[in-house]
T-cell receptor, first 112, second 119 residues
Framework: NAGVTQTPKFQVLKTGQSMTLQCAQD?????MSWYRQDPGMGLRLIHY???????DQGEVPNGYNVSRSTTEDFPLRLLSAAPSQTSVYFC???????????FGQGTRLTVV | AQTVTQSQPEMSVQEAETVTLSCTYD???????LFWYKQPPSRQMILVIR??????QNATENRFSVNFQKAAKSFSLKISDSQLGDTAMYFC????????????????FGKGTKLTVNP
């Protein structure tokens, strides 16, 4: 049981480049989400999904895109990277009726 | 909207001593959950303890316990017999889960408290 698998762990992008952060869970969790963690800011919700085909915006959605074609996968896309998107990104999932969130290992993204 | 406030950006404690991390929150909800998450230098997010708001009894998990004051909207974490492995960032978080009417699984986090345990 791998839990939540998040890739890559580290990434450096140039301003204007695009990339996709991958997130997969094998626990059949319906709820999945993406957070970004910045120093002194805690974790802030970017986008979330309550099931396949359903996504919604969180607190800081600008510059990010998501889709949920399967229960297992919830990729986060940066369409045109900006230095303000330098951060640590976490994917998390929660099972229906549960409250414990399972987190991926995080991705440290640097945009230069 | 719910907010979570951690007023102590950094704290330190000597090994084997007790330390308390503070957390306050603001909500108009009556049923919800509160959490403390630990983030060691490895960056992994680990659930430390969970409290259901409708339960008056404070949650405990081994050396970790909470002081939950619902009326005051306060949720502090006490770590007893501190160990070097407790050195980490600690986040307080709020959730009104979907099992409660109008809820969702969205977590609202505080800004965190960096705890250092000194030998």
């Amino acid at each position: 049981n791998a839990g939540v698998t998040q890739t890559p762990k580290f990434q450096v992008l140039k301003t204007g480049q695009s990339m996709t952060l991958q997130c997969a869970q094998d626990m059949n969790h319906e709820y999945m989400s993406w957070y970004r963690q910045d120093p002194g800011m805690g974790l802030r919700l970017i986008h979330y999904s309550v099931g396949a085909g359903i996504t919604d915006q969180g607190e800081v959605p600008n510059g990010y895109n998501v889709s949920r074609s399967t229960t297992e996968d919830f990729p986060l896309r940066l369409l045109s990277a900006a230095p303000s998107q330098t951060s640590v990104y976490f994917c998390a999932s929660i099972g229906r009726g549960n409250t414990e969130a399972f987190f991926g290992q995080g991705t440290r993204l640097t945009v230069v | 909207a719910q907010t979570v406030t951690q007023s102590q950006p950094e704290m330190s404690v000597q090994e084997a001593e007790t330390v308390t991390l503070s957390c306050t929150y603001d909500t108009s909800e009556s049923n919800y959950y509160l959490f403390w998450y630990k983030q060691p230098p490895s960056r992994q997010m680990i659930l430390v303890i969970r409290q259901e708001a409708y339960k008056q009894q404070n949650a405990t998990e081994n050396r970790f316990s909470v002081n939950f004051q619902k009326a005051a909207k306060s949720f502090s974490l006490k770590i007893s017999d501190s160990q070097l492995g407790d050195t980490a960032m600690y986040f307080c978080a709020f959730m009104k889960p979907v099992s409660f009417q109008g809820g969702s699984e969205k977590l609202v986090f505080g800004k965190g408290t960096k705890l250092t345990v000194n030998p």
